[in-house]
């Protein structure tokens, strides 16, 4: 059985330095999503989306080792965090952010892959999020990103950290504010929790 490991292939962008902001260029991706909005703290969607996504990727791990005879680790969850004014968008107002909940997928993953997936996932439990689902390509392109570690509710200057970083190298801030989620919280103190925090660059100003 072939074996591959995605986070040793794509280290560039799943394992940036704690201490110092780099540039990177991420190629497009495919991803399992689920789109929602609320504070991620207090919404039953939120976690609802969170389930669905294990749910399905470990079913796609499990499928593809029976009919490609390949294994990998199923990656990280991630998030795109955004509002409808990006200009008035604040940190604190969780109430009023918009989210995209996913988890990438092997580029050999088929439309046709999922769907047998789902359905097998479908039939374990239920899943009230699973309609939400979708498989898409996200193609981010130039980017800045770091590793930060500790709790999620003090990230604040280390997104200020990158956006200054950007505005210094002369770029703009384009898309959303895009976070990796490396720790399982469940298990991890919160001030070693790891996160790469990434946001994409626009052109030259």
């Not at 260029?25 to 294990?54: H, I």
Request: aromatic share 10%; proline share 6%; glycine share 6%.
């Amino acid at each position: 059985m072939q074996k591959i490991d995605l986070k040793k292939d794509l280290k560039a962008l799943y394992s940036p330095s704690a201490k110092t902001v780099s540039m990177v260029e991420v190629p497009p991706m495919r991803f399992l999503m689920v789109d929602g909005a609320g504070d991620p703290n207090t919404s039953v969607a939120f976690q609802q989306a969170m389930e669905v996504l294990f749910s399905v990727s470990y079913t796609l791990k499990f499928l593809l080792r029976e009919v490609l005879d390949i294994d990998y680790g199923v990656m990280p969850p991630e998030g795109l965090w955004w509002s409808e004014d990006m200009s008035r968008f604040d940190a604190s107002a969780k109430d009023c952010w918009l989210w995209t909940l996913m988890i990438m997928q092997p580029d050999f993953v088929t439309a046709e892959h999922v769907e047998q997936a789902k359905a097998k996932a479908a039939g374990k439990k239920e899943l009230p999020a699973l309609a939400q689902l979708r498989f898409e390509t996200y193609d981010e392109g130039p980017s800045a990103q770091i590793l930060y570690i500790g709790p999620y509710a003090e990230e604040g200057p280390t997104v200020e950290k990158i956006h200054h970083f950007i505005a210094d190298s002369g770029y703009t801030l384009r898309g959303k504010h895009h976070e990796i989620y490396l720790s399982d919280i469940r298990r991890a103190a919160p001030e070693k929790w790891k996160t790469v925090v990434r946001q994409p660059m626009g052109a030259k100003s």
